[in-house]
């Protein structure tokens, strides 16, 4: 199997990524869709390169099963070549914990951009570290999904654990 990125080919070799998909607690998910402000991810792909050794609720919330320290990380690329003035947008990782209901979901990283300066391409990219509990819901969001360049492989949101 051959995978075509541009005008170049590469051969897929599946087994190459299998040190990056056994990791526990990990997850390396590609962007499939978006309603709204929600943007819904997969752990499916033909590189073998996504993957998810945790729960996905909604297609959009990664689920924590160990209390522990993460890296958490997340890229989205925005394309504003229809627009003469680039518009403000904000994009966010934040975080739930269900079993305390009471608590509001909480930005654990958060980004804007957007000025009549701006490049007409941005790639936005979210990376940190933090502890999470076990049931912890991690997601990215985004204010306005309508520039967002749904090129394969250039949106992306992960986490392991460390």
Known sequence: QVLKIGDSEKPIDKDSFSWWRERPNSAHL???DWYRTQLHWTATEETG???SKLSIVDQNK????KTANYFVYAAVVFDFRTV???PQV???ITSFLPVLPH???FVL???YGGSPFSEKRH???LCGISKFYKGHQISVSVNDHSFIDNTPYANFFGIFRL
């Open 103 to 105: 608590l509001q979901p």
């Open 49 to 51: 390169s996504a993957f």
């Open 84 to 86: 003469i003035k680039v």
């Open 109 to 111: 990283m958060g980004k």
């Open 62 to 65: 990664l689920v924590i099963k």
């Open 30 to 32: 590609y962007l499939k």
């Open 90 to 92: 904000y994009y966010n």
């Open 123 to 125: 790639t936005g990219y």
